[in-house]
């Protein structure tokens, strides 16, 4: 659950960045974090050293109505947090649930000022984490009690001798979105129980036994039920607050799972139908590339099909226009050549005479 870290990464970011200026200067931010946790961060000029963090987070509680303020034992946790550079003013700001009073310039060194912002931006974790870790405290020996975090998301808590079990019934509106969360929670469910010191998982897709009594819309379910089992060493000294983040904001991270392998699986789909459609495309190339050669081939036969009927017409044309010739020249006979001869008239010799011109 690394994305749903407990400390607010804005808040560190603000923070940094004004201890870090090299002038003096004012700030004033309001940002909301998870839909619903929202904070105010304040600081003057002509007062740097002290700024003020106010904070208003839905409380943990046995009923849907939401409360009002923090109880005392929370205040008392979170000043026993802050003590070294901090303190809790009232009462707070108006609006909001708890408002401390930051001051680092007792802290000389850049590692113990980023240290303290850390355990500033876990402040919704450490409120969260005292609430809960007092209302386990205060339950029977047997028993559950119905939670309120997330009025769409409510879960239940209940005692049993050595343990304490959190249980969350999974509701889902889609039916692709409970086909992944069954197979995350039977995996879930595996990997729980090869770790000696993490929380026993388990998934039932009928209420657990610690459930028996309670009313039947708050059991009623499509996703089954997913309970943790929680010891005594989960919830000691700093591993509280850690603990209850998680119990808190475990329906939130498995929404986050089912939208994250959605998207995934979407995403090698469509790369899959690229990878179907370019095979088809290039086979489709290919077989246009076949089918030209194949009509080239034909035109190459039928030329030269006509070249060799051309050569033989030419041939015999030359041999009739031969034949015609020989029938175009004169027919000798070889005897009609003294016959010829015999019958030749002499030529007769003329005499040239010298004439006179006259009056010469």
């Not at 947090?81 to 408002?99: D, I, N, Q, R, W």
Request: hydrophobic residues 35%.
């Amino acid at each position: 659950m690394a994305f749903f870290n407990g400390g607010s990464r804005a808040l560190v970011e603000i923070l940094t960045r004004f201890q870090s200026a090299e002038r003096p200067m004012p700030v004033d931010h309001t940002f909301f974090e998870f839909g619903s946790v929202r904070y105010h961060v304040q600081a003057s000029a002509s007062d740097p050293e002290n700024v003020y963090l106010s904070i208003s987070t839905p409380s943990l509680s046995h009923e849907a109505s939401p409360s009002t303020g923090l109880p005392e034992f929370t205040l008392q946790e979170a000043t026993k947090m802050y003590h070294k550079f901090a303190e809790v003013v009232e009462p707070s700001k108006e609006g909001y649930a708890l408002t401390l009073k930051l001051n680092f310039s007792g802290l000389a060194r850049p590692k113990d000022r980023a240290r303290a912002v850390r355990q500033v931006s876990l402040l919704q974790s450490v409120i969260l984490g005292s609430q809960l870790k007092h209302l386990l405290g205060s339950l029977g020996s047997s028993g559950a009690t119905k939670l309120v975090y997330n009025h769409r998301d409510p879960f239940f808590v209940s005692r049993t001798p050595g343990k304490i079990s959190a249980i969350f019934p999974m509701r889902f509106r889609d039916d692709t979105d409970l086909a992944v969360a069954t197979s995350f929670f039977q995996e879930l469910q595996d990997a729980g129980s090869s770790y000696a010191r993490a929380p026993r998982c388990s998934w039932s897709a009928i209420p657990p036994p610690e459930l028996r009594g309670e009313p039947v819309h708050h059991l009623t379910t499509n996703g089954g039920f997913v309970s943790f089992d929680i010891f005594e060493r989960h919830v000691k000294r700093k591993r509280a607050a850690k603990t209850a983040w998680i119990l808190l904001n475990f329906q939130a991270y498995v929404k986050y799972h089912i939208k994250c392998t959605r998207n995934y699986i979407q995403s090698r789909m469509r790369k899959r139908q690229e990878t179907l459609a370019e095979v088809i495309l290039n086979a489709r190339l290919r077989g246009g590339d076949e089918k030209k050669k194949l009509q080239v081939r034909k035109k190459s036969k039928r030329r030269l099909f006509s070249l060799g009927k051309a050569k033989k017409l030419q041939k015999g044309l030359r041999a009739v226009m031969d034949g015609l010739r020989r029938l175009r020249q004169r027919i000798r006979v070889k005897a009609l050549d003294r016959f010829r001869r015999c019958f030749v008239m002499p030529k007769l010799a003329t005499k040239k005479h010298d004439y006179l011109r006259l009056g010469a």
